[in-house]
């Protein structure tokens, strides 16, 4: 998806580049005799990354951060509002300077905050080394479970696509609108670097996230049966990462998910405005 947004994409008269699904479904459908079907899907795809990046581009992502920080930040218990004001100037401050702007504030709280929390994960894993493979096979066991098959396999399905679009956007075609911006002469390589994103959100960190939470059984935790109900990982992983390192690693976790909502809010942000504009 990302070679073919680099593919088609192009310029409006200021230089701002417009690529995409948006784009590579109606020129691509149209090159091999269905132009109808590619107009009509690359609308479809217009309105629901428009309507995405207002709710789980943006919403959903300061709902989940604020729920994650609140209980530590006492004004926001009261006025939790403030939180959303202050997230909504500091991302429209970053997108109003165009993807220039989105990707040199991304290039470095990025990798950062990736970082930090990836070195405080393995810290709690080494320290609890003794039950990783208990831990993996757990995860496995229960994965393949009669009761997983039966009893809730569409839930379960449901719930592992929806973490993985929110880890990675792999498939979703969003990351193709990024991607069609890069600067570069070949589209297959941006292909290929685009490989590197689901393969560090999901098969590292996630893997990584997955393993904290159960060999500290923050997932089973009385204490996170409410957030575990109301599907808040936030907490979750915050009571893994106090339970199983250090009280003070619980600010390493806000620092993460805070910046992390605040990235994800500045990409999708110029999704919908790139979706806005075609």
Not at 130 to 143: F, G, K, L, M, S
Request: hydrophobic residues 50%; charged residues 10%; aromatic residues 10%.
């Amino acid at each position: 998806e990302c070679t073919l947004g680099q593919l088609d994409r192009v310029s409006d008269e200021d230089g701002h580049v417009l690529g995409g699904p948006m784009r590579y479904l109606k020129t691509g459908l149209k090159d091999i005799g269905l132009a109808p079907l590619g107009k009509l899907l690359a609308v479809v795809f217009m309105l629901l990354c428009i309507g995405a990046s207002f709710g789980g581009g943006n919403a959903f992502q300061v709902g989940q951060s604020l729920e994650a920080i609140r209980a530590d930040v006492p004004i926001l218990q009261e006025y939790p509002y403030i939180y959303g004001i202050v997230m909504a100037i500091a991302v429209g401050v970053v997108i109003v300077g165009g993807i220039k702007s989105i990707g040199a504030v991304a290039s470095k709280i990025v990798p950062f905050m990736c970082l930090a929390y990836v070195v405080a994960a393995v810290y709690i894993l080494i320290v609890n080394a003794a039950a990783i493979p208990d831990a993996v096979a757990q995860i496995v066991t229960q994965a393949f479970s009669p009761q997983a098959a039966y009893g809730g396999f569409l839930g379960v399905l449901v719930i592992g696509i929806q973490r993985a679009v929110f880890s990675n956007e792999a498939g979703v075609g969003s990351a193709a609108i990024a991607h069609s911006a890069a600067k570069t002469d070949e589209p297959v390589s941006e292909g290929i670097v685009a490989l590197l994103e689901p393969f560090i959100d999901t098969v590292v960190v996630c893997t990584i996230t997955a393993l904290v939470v159960v060999v500290t059984g923050a997932y089973s935790a009385p204490e996170t049966a409410a957030a575990v109900a109301d599907s808040q990982g936030a907490k979750v992983t915050l009571f893994a990462f106090v339970n199983g390192g250090h009280d003070w690693f619980r600010y390493i976790l806000y620092f993460a998910v805070v910046l992390f909502a605040y990235s994800t809010c500045i990409s999708w942000s110029y999704y919908g405005e790139r979706c806005w504009v075609e």
